[in-house]
């Protein structure tokens, strides 16, 4: 399966809170604090385990001035990041 059509879940590993617009996302194995910016943010949100990266990526390609090729591609970079991370897992 390609990686733009994988769901990206957060991890039961974390704890977040949206504040001011940032995602502020404890990781509670680590104890470390990750804050995301405002894209980064929005991401996060949108990761409920029922949407695509694909859809993801249209949602912020509507949302934020970034053309759909761009958002596709920076949506998935991110996704892989936080899933590195053990902030998200993807099925």
Not at 17 to 36: P, T
Request: charged share 35%; net charge positive; aromatic share 4%.
């Amino acid at each position: 399966m390609a990686i733009e059509n994988k769901i990206p879940c957060k991890s039961s590993q974390t704890a977040s809170r949206i504040i001011d617009g940032e995602a502020v996302i404890v990781l509670l194995k680590k104890s470390r604090v990750h804050v995301l910016n405002e894209v980064g943010s929005r991401i996060w949100e949108l990761s409920n385990g029922k949407r695509s990266i694909k859809k993801i990526a249209d949602t912020i390609f509507k949302e934020f001035k970034v053309t759909k090729k761009k958002a596709l591609k920076d949506t998935t970079e991110f996704v892989r990041s936080l899933a590195k991370k053990g902030m998200m897992t993807l099925k």
